[in-house]
């Protein structure tokens, strides 16, 4: 927000006269015939006399030349009422004209750009809605399959099935842990406890729980690290960067072959340091590599598993951070670059 200028203070204080006049047409025509009369007025003092028919004459003209210059003013204000009372119905499609380079004309430009914005975030809106119905009915409906089973005597309430039902328990339940995740980290309600961190911890710290995981899905992935030098550090909170390389390894795992490998590269500059993670997948195709960071959205890989939304999670952290996240050539591999200090 600027700071208000001597000037602007001033301007606040002037007196409004025409303020309760609803027509900017009307305002425009009260100031010309004002400006009018001034003037007349004027030269009326000076000479002492002057025509009433070129006073109306000249009168009428103003008039019409104020209603005619008011057009070009009053048009896109109009428009742009209404393009609000559209969007307060939902609809974001329509844009105002906007040709002026005056005040009216930056409005207008503006004023689209909002609409533009609106309707992004009420796709986004309807988008989310529509995914995270569809994500939650998965494991809810196979829950739900399984338990009328064992109710109707179809199926037994032996170790099996109960593993299945828990199963989908706990998708179910990371699903909902990693909504209300994202929604705290989107709305900043997730400070950051920055403290300089050894790389190399954080990094086994990570594989240990990627390994756990990987074993239960029963993948076999191996993981190897190499970190350049042994002894990098990198700037950040550490549940959060935990978060994260947990994330990106656990999508590798998942999308690479059983029994593949995940390589984790890790090399530290004058500020930055730049993670790699690769695996031995086909990669994320290049046409979905610039929403593949979006809620629920696997690149095109939908064999993979998981939520859709951990790295989605991943780039919120890092821009948090100030550093950046992207998928890089071959497209099975992901780099991130954070700040060492």
Known sequence: MSVPTTLDRIADRLPRPLDPLRSIKLKLAVLMVCSGAVAFAYFWFRI????????????????????I???????????MTAAARRMAQGDYSFRVRASSRDEVGQLATAFNQMAADLAAADRQRRDLIANVSHELRTPVT?????????????????????RIALAQTERLGLLVAELLDLSSIEAGASPLDRETLPLT?????????AEVMTAALGRGVRFTTTVEPA??????DRARLHQVLFNLLDNAARHGPAGGEVRVTARAGADTVVLEIQDDGPGIPEADRATVFDRFTRGGRTDGGGTGLGLAIAR??????????AVADPGSRIRVVLPTS
């Open 48 to 67: 002492g006399w002057l025509p009433t028919f070129t006073t109306l004459t000249a009168m009428f003209i103003a008039l019409v030349t104020s209603q």
């Open 69 to 79: 210059l008011a057009h070009g003013i009053t048009r896109p204000l109009r428009e």
């Open 142 to 162: 196979a829950l739900h399959a399984v338990l009328e089973n064992i109710v109707d005597g179809v199926s037994d309430p032996d170790p099996a099935t109960l």
């Open 201 to 209: 911890t954080l990094l086994t710290e990570a594989i240990a729980e």
């Open 231 to 236: 002894d990098a550090v990198v700037l950040g």
């Open 316 to 325: 919120w952290v890092v821009d948090l951070h100030g550093g950046t996240i």
